[in-house]
């Protein structure tokens, strides 16, 4: 596959390596060094502006009329690829990913002047309030109702595993409005501050110790008509619409592409019977076996993307590659710990700050090792689990 290779690609690919690796300060590259975790508000905020600054590299998706760079699906392919071989941070999705593309299509040209220049300059960081305590992979039985009154919706109710929302500034979510009909109908998406009086976010700390999911409660939290986007009761197709823009690199290929190549330079370094364990035959054929499937994955996702149509064209493609790609994630990950051995199991997340100058316990990856396995067992539930992206294929493609 020749999709990403040109010459002017790789003009394209030289200048990111080089915005990376000169002009992105060190301690984001250093915090950034280890898999699934995000920055804070003010380090995501630095980096989406100097992104901004190159030319809106913040929203790399985005046509040139919102400000956005108007990069070719290669394009976006090759940046998103070079961030992660490069250990850059990741990009706030929410905001400029999920949010974004929907208020283009449904939102007001109110809402679209006034939350568009935000997502892109890094100003607002955003959340997704989906999910519910009995509303996962059945998000259409969500409950948290937005009842109207005048001018004003009134919530009640709570979302859960909402990521990052303590230190986001905004949320967007689906809300109910009406319980007469299917469960499909009466949901409606609104926008709201979280700093909304009757809202509350707390923590739910995870067994790795990390801070990365909250439980949002609503108690009479009013939000104004012009925050809804769309026709009230009418969520569930933006709701679509929103999951449908995941589609674009959700096989996470190049994050697995960065975690294989880590993977190789433990396993060169780590001893076993006295030589390096990547000399190791049986070794050497997981991590091969690793290699090749990924390079498949690669191969299957660009097909798709660059294809005719791209990314929007894709049905049950998007499921395919959600399945492999979080399965491969987990392998890679599962290898690291192999690959360790006894420095796989302590974790040491101090290790992992800019300046840290104390002796590491092993190697610098126990700072991370540990987490970011058990964090990936997550991998094949959020974004619709496995289990469901395996119906949706036995559904569409199968006929079953």
């Given amino acids: 596959m020749n999709a990403i290779d040109s010459p002017e690609l790789e003009r394209f690919r030289a200048e990111v390596r080089h915005f990376v690796r000169e002009e992105l300060p060190e301690h984001l590259r250093t915090k950034s060094r280890t ?14 502006r100097m992104l901004y600054d190159k030319g809106g590299w913040s929203c790399p998706g985005w046509p040139r009329e919102w400000g956005g760079p108007g990069w070719s699906y290669p394009q976006q392919y090759v940046f998103e690829r070079e961030l992660s071989l490069s250990y850059a941070p990741r990009i706030n999705q929410f905001g400029s990913c999920m949010l974004a593309p929907a208020l283009m299509e449904f939102g007001t040209e109110q809402q679209k002047n006034r939350y568009l220049p935000q997502i892109l300059k890094g100003e607002t960081l955003w959340c ?5 305590p009995a509303a996962g992979s059945d998000l259409a039985s969500l409950k948290c109702r937005a009842e109207r009154i005048g001018d004003e919706y009134v919530i009640n109710g709570t979302k859960i595993w909402t990521s990052d929302a303590h230190f986001s500034d905004c949320l967007f979510g689906l809300f109910r409005t009406d319980s007469s009909g299917k469960k499909q109908f009466g949901i409606t998406v609104l926008l709201l501050d979280l700093n909304t009086p009757g809202v509350e976010v707390h923590p739910i700390i995870k067994f790795d110790g990390q801070h990365e999911l909250n439980q949002i409660f609503f108690t009479d939290v009013r939000v104004p008509i012009e925050n809804r986007v769309g026709e009230e009761n009418d969520g569930w197709t933006i709701a679509k619409h929103i999951l449908g823009n995941e589609r674009f690199g959700s096989a ?28 190791n035959d049986d070794f050497a054929e997981v991590v091969a076996h690793a290699e090749l499937e990924l390079q498949a994955l690669e191969f299957t996702e660009q097909r798709y993307l660059f294809g005719p149509g791209g990314p929007d064209a894709m049905g049950p493609e998007a499921s395919l590659l959600k399945v492999r790609g979080t399965e491969i994630q987990q392998r890679i990950s599962e290898l690291t710990m192999h690959a360790l051995a006894y ?6 997340p101090e290790q992992l700050e800019h300046g840290f100058n104390d002796d590491f316990v092993g190697s610098w990856e126990t700072g991370y090792a540990a987490r970011s396995y058990f964090a990936l ?12 992206q395996k119906n949706i294929i036995a559904k569409t493609v199968l006929g079953l």
């Fill in 128 to 132: 997704q309030g989906y999910s519910e």
């Fill in 377 to 388: 067992r997550a991998a094949s539930i959020y974004s619709g689990t496995n289990e469901i």
């Fill in 343 to 348: 420095y796989a199991q302590p974790s040491v």
């Fill in 252 to 279: 996470e290929v190049s994050r697995s592409t960065a975690m294989l190549e880590r993977l190789k330079e433990i396993a060169a370094r780590e001893l076993t019977n006295g030589g390096p364990l990547i000399d």
């Fill in 35 to 48: 898999e699934r975790f995000s920055l804070g508000s003010e380090d995501q905020k630095l980096f989406l």
